[in-house]
C-alpha cells in the first residue's frame, strides 16, 4: 500500500493540485527528476520494491536511496555491479526470500555505509572469504534460515561495528568460536545465533570465560550436542544467572548420551546416570597469603557504571579500603593486594542495570600458607618424592654393598652336614670342606695323612664316618673317593 505520512499537528482539506506541488517540493525524487522505479513504491529516501516479482536489481538507483527493500523476489545472485554508482547513504538493505544463492565478494563495494544487512531465508551455502570485509559500519546481519555449511573465519573481517549476527536455521557444523574468544575481531558483539545447526560441539570452557553479556545473547540451542558435564555445568551456570539464552529455551537445550537414540535435556543431567554430573558452583577463587588477587563483577549488563562491592564483613567498599590493602578499578573489579586469612570469604557485588539490578557473589578462600614465600618449607608432594628415592638407594646399598663371603675362612665355622654316597664327593671336587677352625687362609691348607684313603689316595671330601645305623642300611659306606660315585677310580665296584 502507499506510504501515508502520520497527521502531526492538524490536518487540514487541501486541493488536490497544492499537495501535488508540495510533494513534489519535499520528495528528492521530484525535485532531483528522477523517476520512481516501475514495481516499486518511492517515499522520500526510502524505495520498497518487495513482492515485485524481480529478478534483478532495478536500476538506477538514486544516489539518496537510505532504505532499499527488495525481499520476497527473484534475485538469485547479487554481483558486483548491481550498484554501478556508489550510494553513500544507503544504511539498510533487504535481500530475504529471493533464492539468493551467490554473492560476489565485491558486491558491497560501492554501500560503505551499510548498517542493516538482511540476506535471510535464501539459498546460500558458503560464507567466503573477506565476503563483508567492505562493510566497516555494519551493525546487524541476518544470515538465518540458509543452507550454510561452510563459514570461513574472514568472512567476518574488518567488521568492528557488528553487534547483532544471526545465524540460525542453517547447516554449520563448525563454527569459529574463536572470533568471540580473542575479543578484536568482534568487539562489539552482543548477540550471536547459532540454533538449529548441526553443531556437535563446543568449548564449553572457552565459552564460560567469555563476558556474561554475551553468553545472555548466545543461542546454542536445537543443536545435536553431545552430552558432557562441562556443557552441563556451563548452562547450569546461565540459568542460576538467569541468562536469556538459557533461561528463554530450556526446553530447547538438548543433547545426545552414548547409545541412546533421544535426545536428552541437558539441563537434566545434574546426578544421573551414565555421566553423573555434578551442580554448578558459583564463582569461588583460591589464593595464598600474600598474593593479590582480582575479583571481577561479571556481570549480564553491558556497560554499566554503577556497581559497588561488599566485603564478607558486611562493609561497603567503595574506594581504596585501610592502608590500599583493597583497591576498586576503574572496570569494576575488586583487587585484593598482600592478602591475609581474615581476607577469606563471600564477597558481594552489586549492579544497577538498565532494567533490572543484579547481585554477584565471589568465593575466595586463602589457604594459610604461601606458594612462593623465601621461607617455604618442602611440601608434601615434594616430600614423598625424596622420601621415596632415599629407599631405593638404601635398598641397593644393601643388595649389592653388603660384605661378601671372599675366600677368607671364618673361626668356629660349622662343618656341613655329611651326606651318604653323595656324587659332590667327586675326587676332582676343588673345594675342601673346613675341617676345623684353626683361623688360617684356604690357601695355606695342606692335605693331612688323615685324608688318605685306599691306595694311598687323597680322601678330598674329608668327610668323617658316620655312626653305625640300624636295620638292612647299616652295611652301607660313607661316600669316598673309591665309591662309585669316583669317575677315575681303578679299583674295582664294592658293593
Same mark, same amino acid.
Given at each position: ?27 528528492? $525524487? ?44 527473484? #534475485? ?113 558483539? #552482543? ?109 549480564? $549488563? ?7 562491592? @561488599? ?14 590493602? @583493597? #583497591? ?37 578462600? @586463602? ?25 631405593? #638407594? ?102
Amino acid at each position: 500500500p502507499p506510504f501515508r505520512p502520520p497527521c502531526v499537528a492538524m490536518c487540514v482539506p487541501v486541493g488536490p493540485l497544492s499537495l501535488l506541488l508540495a510533494l513534489s517540493l519535499l520528495s528528492p $525524487w521530484g525535485s532531483a527528476g528522477v523517476s520512481c522505479p516501475p514495481r516499486c513504491v518511492c517515499a522520500s529516501n526510502l524505495l520498497s520494491c518487495s513482492q515485485a516479482n524481480l529478478s534483478a536489481v532495478p536500476a538506477p538507483l538514486p544516489r539518496f536511496t537510505a532504505v532499499l527493500d527488495l525481499s520476497h523476489n527473484n #534475485v538469485t545472485r547479487l554481483r558486483a555491479d548491481w550498484a554501478p554508482a556508489r550510494l553513500p547513504h544507503l544504511h539498510a538493505l533487504l535481500l530475504s526470500h529471493n533464492g539468493l544463492a551467490f554473492v560476489s565478494t565485491e558486491a558491497f563495494t560501492h554501500v560503505p555505509r551499510l548498517r542493516h544487512l538482511d540476506l535471510s531465508s535464501n539459498r546460500l551455502r558458503t560464507l567466503d572469504e573477506n565476503l563483508f570485509s567492505d562493510l566497516g559500519e555494519l551493525e546487524v546481519l541476518l544470515l538465518y534460515n540458509n543452507e550454510i555449511s561452510t563459514v570461513d573465519r574472514t568472512a567476518f573481517e574488518n567488521l568492528g561495528r557488528l553487534r547483532k549476527l544471526y545465524l540460525g536455521q542453517n547447516r554449520i557444523a563448525r563454527f569459529p568460536l574463536e572470533l568471540l574468544r580473542e575479543g578484536t575481531r568482534l568487539p562489539q558483539l #552482543v548477540l550471536l545465533d547459532l540454533s538449529a545447526n548441526r553443531l556437535r560441539a563446543v568449548p564449553a570452557g572457552e565459552l564460560q570465560a567469555l563476558p556474561a553479556w554475551l553468553r545472555d545473547r548466545l543461542y546454542l540451542h536445537n543443536n545435536p550436542l553431545v552430552c558432557d558435564c562441562l556443557l552441563f555445568q556451563l548452562l547450569d551456570r546461565g540459568r542460576r544467572r538467569h541468562l536469556s539464552a538459557v533461561e528463554d529455551f530450556q526446553d530447547e537445550l538438548r543433547c545426545s548420551l552414548p547409545g541412546a537414540s533421544t535426545l536428552t535435556k541437558i539441563l537434566d543431567l545434574a546426578g544421573k546416570q551414565p555421566l553423573n554430573c555434578s551442580k554448578a558452583r558459583e564463582a569461588v577463587l583460591e589464593a595464598h597469603l600474600g598474593d593479590t588477587v582480582t575479583l571481577g563483577c561479571d556481570s549480564r $549488563w553491558q556497560g554499566v557504571r554503577s556497581r559497588h562491592w @561488599v566485603t564478607p564483613g558486611g562493609e561497603r567498599v567503595l574506594g581504596d579500603g585501610g592502608n590500599g590493602s @583493597v #583497591v576498586l578499578l576503574t572496570n569494576g573489579s575488586l583487587q585484593l593486594r598482600a592478602l591475609r586469612p581474615e581476607d577469606g570469604g563471600t564477597y558481594s557485588c552489586w549492579v544497577a542495570g538498565p532494567l533490572l539490578n543484579e547481585t554477584l557473589y565471589v568465593e575466595l578462600l @586463602v589457604h594459610n600458607f604461601t606458594l612462593h614465600g623465601p621461607h617455604d618449607t618442602l611440601n608434601t608432594a615434594y616430600t614423598t618424592l625424596v622420601g621415596c628415592i632415599l629407599s631405593v #638407594v638404601l635398598v641397593l646399598i644393601y643388595l649389592y654393598l653388603t660384605p661378601c663371603r671372599c675366600c677368607c675362612c671364618r673361626g668356629a665355622e660349622k662343618p656341613p652336614a655329611p651326606r651318604d654316597d653323595s656324587i659332590n664327593s667327586s675326587v676332582l671336587s676343588t673345594t675342601p670342606n673346613h675341617a676345623g677352625g684353626t683361623g688360617e687362609p684356604c690357601g695355606s691348607h695342606i692335605a693331612s695323612s688323615a685324608g688318605a684313603g685306599q691306595n694311598g689316595r687323597f680322601k678330598g671330601g674329608g668327610t668323617p664316618p658316620l655312626p653305625a645305623r640300624q636295620g638292612p642300611k647299616a652295611q652301607r659306606k660313607v661316600s669316598d673317593p673309591d665309591s662309585v660315585s669316583s669317575v677315575f677310580s681303578d679299583t674295582p665296584i664294592v658293593v
